[in-house]
Structures are given as C-alpha cells and as structure tokens.
C-alpha cells in the first residue's frame, strides 16, 4: 500500500475531508498558540468519533504533543527526500 493510500484509507475511516487532511498536513507550521488550538479542534473532533481514543489524548502532556509534531515533521521530510536538519 503507498503512503497516498494510506492516508485515503486513514481519512475515510476518520470521515475526514480532503479540507481536514490539508490542515492537518500543514498545522505544524502555525505559531505555537494557533497550533494548540488546531490541535485542541483535532482531538475533539477524533474522541467524540472514537471514545477509545479519548482516554488515549487526555492521558497526553503538550512537551508530549511537541516531540510527537519533532517525529511526524522529520518521517515527513525522509518521505519527501528532504535531508535531516543538522542538530544544533
């Protein structure tokens, strides 16, 4: 299965838009206030779909959100060929 696929099979298991994949795909770009507000939006939306993973979010910490965001940002660029930020 490709990566695209993936993400289609994904989004029609979430009942997501193609409008909630592009703000999904680009929030991590937003100042740090606007992004936990997106993300707070998110979270809300995928718990009242999936109580199951409601208990999973109100466990998580934001410096737990913050390195999940570092994770998903550098399995991104690898997917898109871009070189690791060189660490500082």
Do not use: C
């Amino acid at each position: 299965m490709s990566r695209g696929q993936a993400i289609e099979r994904l989004a029609a298991y979430l009942n997501l838009s193609p409008e909630a994949l592009d703000i999904a795909q680009g929030w991590s770009i937003l100042p740090p206030g606007p992004q936990r507000h997106v993300k707070l939006v998110i979270d809300d939306y995928i718990a009242s779909k999936h109580p199951l993973i409601r208990q999973l979010y109100s466990n998580a910490t934001h410096s737990d959100q913050l390195r999940f965001n570092r994770i998903v940002e550098e399995a991104q660029d690898r997917a898109r060929g871009i070189p690791p930020a060189p660490e500082q």
